[in-house]
C-alpha cells in the first residue's frame, strides 16, 4: 500500500517538474518557477511520500489545520519551507510566525502589525507576499491593485515587513492570463521581483507571465 501510494505521488509529482520545466524554459534566463505543494485537507500519510520523492517547499491554507500535521513533519525534515497561502486572521499570527516560513496572504495593515509584534518577539522574519484582490472580486481578500504600491511601501516602511512580491487568486471561470499579466506589470511597477501564481489549472500560463512561485494542489495530492 505504501509502496503503491509513494510510486503514485512520485508520478504526479514528476510529471509537473517536467511541465513547469518545459514552460520555465520558453522563458529566456528566467530560473524554473518554485513548485509549492498545497497540502490542505490532506495528512501526514499522504504528505510523507511527496516529501520523500524530494518535494521540500509545501502550502497550507489553514494554520490550524497546519498545526496538526507540520511540527512532527518538520521536525522530520528540517529543510521544509512552509508556506502559508490562505486568509490570516491578526489572532492567528502568533502561530502562524512560528509555523510557518513564508507568508503569502498580506493583505491589511491591522496584520502588517500584527505580523511584524509577532517575528521580532519571535525572533523569525518571514519573507511576505502581499496579496492582491486582481479581479477586485467582493467575496475575495486581497488589496486592490491601484492601493498596491502604497500598501506595499507602507509595509516596508512603516512596518519593517520583509514584502519580497505579490500574490492573486484570479476569479475562477475567466481566462486567467490577462490577471497574471496585470500582476507581473504592477509587481514590475512597484520593483518586486517575486510572483506566487498559478494553480493546478493554470500554472503553465502562470509561469509564462513570469510566475516565481506557484502553488499546486489538486495536481499533486488528487481532488479534495
Ligand atoms: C487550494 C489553493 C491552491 C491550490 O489549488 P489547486 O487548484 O488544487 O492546485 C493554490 N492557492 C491557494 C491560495 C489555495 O487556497
Given amino acids: 500500500m505504501a509502496q503503491a501510494s509513494n510510486d503514485a ?22 530560473r524554473p518557477a518554485q513548485l509549492i505543494a498545497v497540502s490542505k485537507t490532506f495528512d501526514a500519510q499522504a504528505i510523507e511520500p511527496v516529501i520523500e520523492a524530494g518535494q521540500r517547499h509545501f502550502g497550507e491554507n489553514r494554520v490550524q489545520e497546519a498545526m496538526g500535521k507540520w511540527p512532527s513533519l518538520k521536525a522530520q525534515h528540517p529543510d521544509i519551507v512552509l508556506h502559508l497561502i490562505g486568509p490570516l486572521q491578526t489572532n492567528k499570527a502568533k502561530e502562524a510566525v512560528a509555523l510557518f516560513d513564508v507568508i503569502h496572504s498580506l493583505d491589511r495593515d491591522k496584520l502588517a502589525g500584527a505580523l511584524k509584534k509577532e517575528m521580532d518577539r519571535q525572533d523569525r522574519h518571514l519573507p511576505c507576499f502581499v496579496q492582491v484582490n486582481i479581479g477586485l472580486e467582493e467575496q475575495k481578500t486581497g488589496i486592490a491593485p491601484a492601493e498596491t504600491a502604497a500598501f506595499v511601501s507602507r509595509c516596508q516602511t512603516e512596518h519593517g515587513l520583509n514584502v519580497i512580491g505579490l500574490m492573486c487568486i484570479p476569479p475562477v471561470d475567466e481566462a486567467a492570463g490577462p490577471y497574471f499579466a496585470q500582476l507581473a506589470q504592477l509587481a514590475g ?36
Fill in 9 to 30: 505521488a512520485l508520478t504526479q509529482l514528476s510529471g509537473i517538474r517536467d511541465r513547469i520545466e518545459r514552460a520555465s524554459a520558453r522563458i529566456e534566463g528566467a
Fill in 189 to 224: 511597477n512597484i520593483g518586486l521581483e517575486q510572483l506566487s501564481m498559478g494553480m493546478s489549472a493554470d500554472f503553465e500560463t502562470a509561469i509564462l507571465m513570469g510566475a516565481t512561485h506557484i502553488r499546486v494542489g489538486s495536481a499533486l495530492f488528487g481532488s479534495r
